[in-house]
């Protein structure tokens, strides 16, 4: 069997950092290069005070501390780390298509393209070459044509190992993996270069996790699993809906329907919507790849599970509106948490975004606190949107370091991200210094009512009425 002793890894974002610290914490006798074209992102990587790295996760900085410099290492040679390495991982970004066909639902391949036209260009002897990224279905098929046409003798197995990770709980789930997903052909090299991935996941999975499927199955599975989950939160998310008018709580109904072991516990909490990079763009893409297969009702059917998204989102910032007597013009509206859940400095497709989004249309003045989240990252989301000028959301958006600071005399809190700390602040302490009535939104789900409205907020909790 091939036995891999470099490994490159193309794109350090929130998916390749992470995943290359793990295997090069766990297999010192591989070396691992981690590369991007963005040189401030591989500062960061590479700064020497580990809470600087460029992203946030828990148990990230003592894995890279332990392996970088010694077999983990970050840089913007792309070329050489190609050259050097026998095994190439493509952890580049793929967004949804913004112009032309496929535009708002496709995948953006570009970034991926170039990858393999730059490893056709670099790569003189045989390389593996690991879909890491999410791509759509018969991806492998364009990486084959362009990699297999440079003329040059040099052969490449191409392998779909898509990543399950979750943000805010990456190195746990890196580390503890329920499974690993490796497609590839089914020839005997195929065979080989999959039995080669498998023996990197092996130095600290079982082997009975690690899945060997065909190429295909291995790409949809990715964007199938992510549509499965989403689909759970909207599903709850529109029974939050129905609770809010019934006086029944959704924390109830998530509780009895997931005692059933048909049914699960898991991924039932209600919230102001799903946010970060994958959940809308991968179900976007799977609608698009339905329709394109002429496949109507199949596309419909999951388009939904953003349709159900964006109303929630929508839901809960009307709901603020119509509860502060139908206007927010000028209102000081505190929004605890910015980043897509706790735990993450990610802020991509953020249910924050929207809802801010949303009262700035109503010439509200937000001011922000995020524990992980920087001013410049907030206004480049909401200029990102194109709905405002980077002037109007600076003179309408205020980005604060202290939580208190953000409530004096505001209007309403708005609690976007459920992280921990916001539970254990002094919440007698906010509704002193806010004006009154003192108004809470809690998108999360993580303030006791009873406590709350024993300190006299009026306060509202997704999916449940006051009582
Ligand atoms: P990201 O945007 O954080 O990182 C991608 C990096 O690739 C960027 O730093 C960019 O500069 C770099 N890049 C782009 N083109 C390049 C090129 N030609 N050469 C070198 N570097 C290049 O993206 P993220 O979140 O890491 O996602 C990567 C892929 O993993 C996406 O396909 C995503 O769908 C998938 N994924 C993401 C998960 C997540 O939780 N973020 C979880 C599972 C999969």
């Known amino acids: 069997m091939k036995t891999i002793k470099n490994i490159c890894c193309i794109g350090a974002g929130y998916v390749g950092g ?227 008018k019934t006086d029944a709580n959704v924390a109830e109904v998530s509780r009895a329907i997931g005692y059933d072991s048909r049914i699960g516990s898991r991924f039932l909490n209600s919230s102001v919507g799903f946010g970060g990079s994958c959940f809308q763009k991968d179900i976007l893409n799977l609608v698009y790849i339905a329709k394109s297969f002429g496949l109507q009702e199949v596309a419909d059917y999951w388009e939904q599970v953003i349709i159900m998204n964006d109303y929630q989102k929508r839901r809960f910032a009307d709901n603020i509106i119509s509860t502060l007597y139908n206007t927010v013009s000028g209102k000081k509206i505190a929004f605890y948490g910015w980043a897509f859940k706790k735990d993450t400095n990610d802020t991509r497709e953020s249910a924050a975004i929207y809802v801010a989004d949303a009262l700035l249309e109503e010439n509200a003045h937000i001011v922000v606190y995020d524990p992980k989240v920087s001013k410049e990252t907030i206004y480049s989301d909401l200029e990102y949107l194109g709905n405002k000028s980077r002037e109007e959301i600076e003179n309408l958006v205020t980005v604060l370091n202290d939580p208190m600071e953000t409530a004096k005399d505001a209007h309403a809190i708005a609690v976007l991200t459920e992280w921990d700390e916001f539970k254990e602040y002094d919440w007698q302490k906010i509704y002193d210094i806010m004006l009154k009535p003192a108004f809470v939104f809690d998108g999360r789900r993580i303030l006791d009512p009873a406590k709350m409205n024993g300190i006299g907020f009026k306060f509202y909790k997704i999916g449940q009425t006051n009582d």
């Open 18 to 244: 992470p995943t290359m610290s793990v295997i090069a914490s766990k297999c010192p006798e591989i070396t691992v290069n981690v590369v991007d074209i963005n040189q401030a992102r591989i500062d960061l990587w590479n700064h020497e005070d580990l809470d600087k790295l460029p992203v946030y996760e828990p148990g990230l900085k003592e894995v890279v501390g332990e392996a970088r410099g010694k077999n983990l290492f970050f840089s913007t040679d792309v070329d050489s780390a190609i050259d050097e390495a026998d095994m190439i991982f493509i952890s580049v970004n793929t967004p949804t298509k913004t112009y032309g066909k496929g535009k708002g639902q496709a995948a953006d391949l570009k970034y991926i393209e170039l990858c393999a036209r730059n490893i056709a260009k670099v790569a003189v002897d045989d390389k593996i070459v690991v879909e890491k990224s999410t791509l759509p279905v018969r991806t492998a098929q364009t990486l084959k044509s362009i990699l297999h046409n440079t003329g040059n003798g040099v052969k490449f197995e191409i392998l779909s190992n898509p990543e399950f990770l979750a943000e805010g709980t990456a190195i746990e789930d890196l580390l503890d993996a329920d499974r690993i997903l490796i497609g590839g052909d089914e020839t005997p090299s195929g065979q080989e270069a999959k039995n080669a991935l498998s023996s990197v996941y092996e130095h600290w999975l079982p082997k009975e996790r690690i899945l060997q499927t065909n190429v295909w199955s291995s790409e949809l599975s990715k964007l199938v699993a992510n549509a499965f989950l989403a689909q759970r939160v909207s599903s709850i998310n529109s029974i939050s809906a129905l609770c809010e």
